[in-house]
């Protein structure tokens, strides 16, 4: 279905309900939009930290620590 099929489908359904029920509708469009951008934000920051060179620097890091130096091992 296509989002201008979708839109008169929910808009006529909306006009056909009392003014109380129209407005949860609003705010629960309101609440799926704010969670689908703040996702999209999340997105992308994670795409832009991923694609960083902000801590390449520790890729030339010699290790400081081997597994001997543990003083406690699990198997």
Request: glycine content about 0%; aromatic content about 8%.
């Amino acid at each position: 279905m296509k989002i201008q099929a979708i839109i008169e489908r929910t808009v006529e359904a909306i006009n056909q309900l009392p003014q109380d029920k129209a407005e949860e509708i609003s705010d629960f469009v309101d609440f799926v939009r704010k969670r689908y951008e703040e996702n999209r934000l999340t997105e992308e920051i994670e795409k832009m930290v991923a694609e960083s060179a902000s801590f390449e620097f520790l890729n030339d890091e010699e290790e400081l620590y081997a597994v001997t130096d543990l003083k406690v091992v699990d198997n």
